[in-house]
């Protein structure tokens, strides 16, 4: 379908870098032709009746024969199923859109006035640069510490608002290694305009060079281990403490049994709630004594927390789901130099 | 004054009109009478027209280059923040409405005035107050939410005067609700003998369905206002999760008003063209019952599409997919109409005068404006496009290239009727293709600008994006003379220029029936309405 409608408005322009991007544009296409065509008519009709019948001129203008309802109901009917037929095409992109792919491999986007703290699964932090491979899926798992903000990078088709509160997901697949623009699209107060940056799309190659490279804050790895004891969740939630409270082995992914006899699924939104929110869901047969940790833990340590929740008990160790240099790389290639593009 | 007393016995006395029934300023600002009440409102939102427009021109100057050399950010946050909220609540919303409908709504009725003389006048001052506090507010520092006031920015981050201005906008709601209500009451109660539903000229059956969102969005308006205010002021959490609160609900009861609210800014625009295209074409407007029926169903299919303004909010996927169709669907009575417009013209017999370019200005524009709209409506489109400057080229081809062209069409085509008098038609119909050409050379190139990503609200961009600011810049500097022209040729027509007949365009319709200007009653005697509107005689 993609090698059909796989066309750019613009091919040599650099808008057209993500896997969505020939979707869309196929789409904004054939809205504009549609556009067109219709203006076209419009005018022409338009401008012919305006010569035609400007006062005065000999133009016959007898009554017409045909009944005027045959053209309106002609017209509805004609807008509504045009209408209809890119709505649902719309709606297709949409879904998939909203679908990461399975081998989709995380990344954590924190919004905060007026900065992109962006960071990746081995520890290692940017800020308004995003590194990615291309031609591998990217989950973006974002959240807002203050306002509400907007992930655009309009060469991938993309645009999520970042909500305090609320973790939010959205993904794309980079095709083309480049620059791209990152922009925040949500007015967040006074240096909104400078909340911008860019994404650097990188072989895969090369990727594994960047990662290599540069100093990577292997802390990171334990240091949702430190927290759960400096904010003093292990004082309950470790087996053998006096307080009674619901152990957190092996709790990711699992039903948990709350108050009103209903079930929820322990996923990321579970736990985070479950520590800024605890009164949200108490879990069946314990007392509400948690405090709320609300405005105590910064959205980056929250990340590290849920990290290291969900790695409690799991039956095996959480999948590597970094990217990785392909394994058919050439052995005797010298370490490829830092693409001009980064920063 | 001796003098005149002197002269006046030798000269025959001047006709009764509203506009000699009192010279004073007390007989016009306690004054009861439609017509002095729409000229009341027609000085005041030209008055919030022209500050909204100072603000649009500093920052279309700080955007000719792509550093930010001009202003400081927070100024031109302001800038932007003044201009919607004054566009919006203070011109666009009010401006057929209030003035042309005030004006013309009882003249089309047959009617010697509104239902509720008194709260029409009250209506006015609660506009003035409402207004005067968003001045204050921007006058004492200014906000910087942006017109949408989205929270938390505006309920708890900002540091603007946020709630003097909310509170302006909460105020001047409440006229807005008093007109829509003295409409549909007037409307209801008041038609000629023999003016039945069906006979009712376009124009009304526009500001009935504007009249039905008045009175049934602002409300919620209110409501939402309030509950900033209780955030702001008394920290109860509402929208901002650290109290407790979801920054969503914002977003769904703002736009639940503000969507209805877009089409409150486009529907009597509509009823003008109606009016105008039949009148310049000499025939009945084509499908008049579905373009008054379509003016209901764009009113009730308004409110159920308030959520295709958050399709990347990260509201639910499957709301966002609903709320698409529905969008879809809202565009049919729009584009229905544009069609009939078409057919209106044909077999007609045209005449080009002033209000019929405007006419076909803004169905040229309105067209563009829609059809961009089905563009946004189609939701990978929209995650594409969404707060960048393609969404302002498209509101603004319907707000403007549609309201404000409509306006400035019923403008001039009811000028007669307002003052008595012409204004000088070829500068009026030049002024007019100025306009046309500084809207689209304004606005045009930032619908490219929106496709290559340019983001909204800043007041810096990528150098890339310079050649088409430039070209956006220059074009409202255009746009600006277009608009300082009919300021200028109708300030002097009004006191200067010929004199007309009753009737100068030989329209139907009961408002031309009366003198021009009308007596201060409308009526010597109620007329009896017995035929469809826009009858023409049928042309050879």
């Keep these: 379908m993609s090698a059909v409608l796989g066309f750019s408005l613009f091919p040599s322009s650099p808008m057209?870098?993500?896997?969505?991007?020939?979707?869309?544009?196929?789409?904004?296409?054939?809205?504009?032709?549609?556009?067109?065509?219709?203006?076209?008519?419009?005018?022409?009709?338009?401008?012919?009746?305006?010569?035609?019948?400007?006062?005065?001129?000999?133009?016959?203008?007898?009554?017409?024969?045909?009944?005027?309802?045959?053209?309106?109901?002609?017209?509805?009917?004609?807008?509504?199923?045009?209408?209809?037929?890119?709505?649902f095409w719309g709606a297709r992109i949409y879904l998939d859109m909203e679908r990461p792919p399975a081998n989709a491999y995380d990344v954590d986007v924190i919004g905060r006035q007026w900065m992109w703290d962006i960071r990746h699964a081995d520890g290692r932090r940017e800020f308004d640069t995003l590194h990615v491979p291309a031609d591998q899926p990217v989950r973006l798992r974002m959240i807002s510490e203050d306002v509400i903000h907007s992930f655009a990078v309009p060469a991938f088709s993309l645009k999520q608002d970042v909500v305090p509160g609320k973790q939010v997901m959205a993904w794309f697949e980079a095709t083309r290694p480049g620059t791209y623009h990152l922009y925040c699209d949500q007015f967040c107060g006074t240096a909104h305009a400078e909340m911008a940056g860019e994404v650097v799309v990188m072989k895969p190659e090369d990727y594994a060079a960047w990662q290599a490279s540069g100093s990577v804050n292997n802390e990171e790895a334990g240091h949702g281990a430190k927290l759960f004891v400096r904010y003093g969740c292990s004082g309950c939630h470790t087996p053998g403490s006096p307080v009674r409270a619901p152990s957190l082995v092996g709790l990711y992914g699992r039903l948990v049994p709350v108050e009103n006899g209903q079930f929820v699924r322990a996923d990321e939104q579970y736990l985070r709630d479950s520590i800024v929110l605890p009164q949200q869901h108490v879990v069946a047969g314990y007392a509400p004594i948690m405090p709320d940790f609300r405005g105590v833990i910064s959205e980056t340590d929250l990340l590290d927390l849920i990290d290291y929740l969900k790695s409690l008990g799991a039956k095996q160790p959480p999948p590597a789901n970094m990217p990785t240099a392909p394994a058919a790389a050439p052995p005797m290639v010298p370490p490829p130099p830092a693409p001009s593009s980064a920063p | 004054m001796i003098t005149e007393e002197i002269i006046a016995p030798r000269v025959p006395a001047p006709a009764p009109t509203y506009l000699n029934a009192g010279h004073t300023l007390r007989s016009w600002l306690c004054t009861l009478d439609h017509k002095r009440i729409g000229l009341l409102y027609l000085f005041t939102i030209t008055f919030f027209f022209v500050i909204a427009a100072v603000a649009a021109a500093l920052m279309r100057w700080e955007l000719l280059t792509p550093q930010p050399d001009l202003v400081t950010p927070d100024f031109y946050n302001r800038m932007f923040t003044l201009h919607g909220v004054l566009m919006v609540w203070f011109f666009l919303i009010p401006s057929i409405p209030t003035?042309?409908?005030?004006?013309?709504?009882?003249?089309?009725?047959?009617?010697?005035?509104?239902?509720?003389?008194?709260?029409?006048?009250?209506?006015?001052?609660?506009?003035?107050?409402?207004?005067?506090?968003?001045?204050?507010?921007?006058?004492?520092?200014?906000?910087?939410?942006g017109w949408t006031f989205y929270t938390p920015y505006s309920s708890t981050y900002s540091n603007g005067y946020v709630m003097m201005m909310a509170a302006g906008v909460f105020v001047a709601g409440f006229s807005s609700i008093f007109t829509g209500l003295n409409f549909i009451v007037t409307i209801h109660q008041l038609r000629a003998p023999g003016l039945t539903?069906?006979?009712?000229?376009?124009?009304?059956?526009?500001?009935?369905?504007?009249?039905?969102?008045?009175?049934?969005?602002?409300?919620?308006?209110?409501?939402?206002?309030?509950?900033?205010?209780?955030?702001?002021?008394?920290?109860?959490?509402?929208?901002?999760?650290?109290?407790?609160?979801?920054?969503?609900?914002?977003?769904?009861?703002?736009?639940?008003?503000?969507?209805?609210?877009?089409?409150?800014?486009?529907?009597?625009?509509?009823?003008?063209?109606?009016?105008?295209?039949?009148?310049?074409?000499?025939?009945?407007?084509?499908?008049?019952?579905?373009?008054?029926?379509?003016?209901?169903?764009?009113?009730?299919?308004?409110?159920?599409?308030?959520?295709?303004?958050?399709?990347?909010?990260?509201?639910?996927?499957?709301?966002?997919?609903?709320?698409?169709?529905?969008?879809?669907?809202?565009?049919?009575?729009?584009?229905?109409?544009?069609?009939?417009?078409?057919?209106?013209?044909?077999?007609?017999?045209?005449?080009?005068?002033?209000?019929?370019?405007?006419?076909?200005?803004?169905?040229?524009?309105?067209?563009?404006?829609?059809?961009?709209?089905?563009?946004l409506a189609t939701l990978p489109v929209d995650v594409r496009m969404h707060d960048t400057y393609f969404v302002i080229a498209h509101f603004h081809y319907v707000m403007v290239g549609g309201m404000v062209m409509g306006y400035l069409g019923g403008i001039h085509y009811w000028w007669p009727k307002i003052s008595g008098r012409l204004y000088h038609e070829w500068t009026a119909r030049v002024s007019a293709l100025i306009v046309f050409i500084g809207f689209n050379l304004t606005f045009f190139p930032q619908f490219?600008?929106?496709?290559?990503?340019?983001?909204?609200?800043?007041?810096?961009?990528?150098?890339?994006?310079?050649?088409?600011?430039?070209?956006?810049?220059?074009?409202?500097?255009?746009?600006?003379?277009?608009?300082?022209?009919?300021?200028?040729?109708?300030?002097?027509?009004?006191?200067?220029?010929?004199?007309?007949?009753?009737?100068?365009?030989?329209?139907?319709?009961?408002?031309?029936?009366?003198?021009?200007?009308?007596?201060?009653?409308?009526?010597?005697?109620?007329?009896?309405?017995?035929?469809?509107?826009?009858?023409?005689?049928?042309?050879?």
């Excluded at chain 1, 401008?47 to 109901?73: N, V």
Aim: hydrophobic letters at 50%.
């Design chain 1, 16 to 87: 057209n870098a993500s896997s969505f991007t020939p979707r869309v544009e196929a789409l904004l296409l054939a809205l504009l032709v549609a556009s067109g065509l219709l203006i076209g008519v419009l005018l022409v009709l338009n401008l012919y009746f305006l010569i035609r019948y400007r006062r005065g001129s000999s133009a016959p203008r007898p009554p017409l024969r045909i009944a005027t309802w045959k053209f309106e109901a002609g017209w509805i009917c004609g807008t509504t199923i045009g209408f209809l037929g890119f709505f």
């Design chain 2, 99 to 145: 003035v042309l409908g005030n004006f013309i709504l009882p003249l089309m009725l047959g009617a010697r005035d509104v239902a509720f003389p008194r709260l029409n006048l009250a209506s006015w001052y609660i506009f003035v107050a409402g207004g005067l506090m968003a001045l204050y507010a921007i006058v004492a520092g200014g906000v910087d939410t």
């Design chain 2, 197 to 375: 539903w069906f006979r009712l000229p376009l124009f009304v059956w526009s500001l009935y369905a504007t009249s039905l969102i008045l009175v049934l969005a602002t409300p919620v308006l209110a409501i939402t206002l309030l509950l900033i205010g209780l955030e702001r002021l008394c920290g109860v959490g509402v929208f901002d999760p650290k109290l407790g609160g979801d920054p969503l609900l914002f977003q769904h009861l703002f736009w639940f008003y503000s969507h209805p609210a877009v089409y409150i800014m486009i529907l009597p625009g509509m009823g003008v063209v109606s009016e105008t295209i039949a009148c310049f074409s000499r025939k009945r407007v084509f499908g008049y019952h579905v373009v008054a029926i379509a003016s209901l169903a764009i009113a009730a299919l308004g409110f159920l599409v308030w959520g295709h303004h958050m399709f990347v909010s990260s509201q639910s996927v499957y709301a966002g997919v609903v709320f698409s169709l529905l969008s879809f669907l809202v565009s049919v009575p729009s584009a229905i109409k544009v069609f009939n417009w078409t057919a209106t013209l044909h077999r007609g017999s045209i005449s080009f005068d002033t209000p019929l370019l405007y006419a076909l200005g803004f169905i040229g524009l309105f067209t563009i404006g829609g059809l961009t709209g089905v563009f």
């Design chain 2, 448 to 540: 490219i600008l929106g496709y290559l990503g340019m983001p909204r609200r800043v007041h810096m961009y990528a150098p890339e994006f310079q050649t088409l600011n430039v070209l956006s810049s220059a074009g409202a500097s255009i746009l600006g003379i277009g608009y300082i022209l009919p300021l200028v040729y109708l300030t002097w027509s009004f006191f200067h220029g010929p004199k007309v007949s009753s009737n100068p365009w030989d329209a139907t319709g009961l408002e031309w029936q009366t003198d021009s200007p009308p007596p201060e009653h409308n009526f010597a005697q109620i007329p009896v309405v017995t035929a469809e509107p826009y009858n023409y005689p049928p042309l050879a």
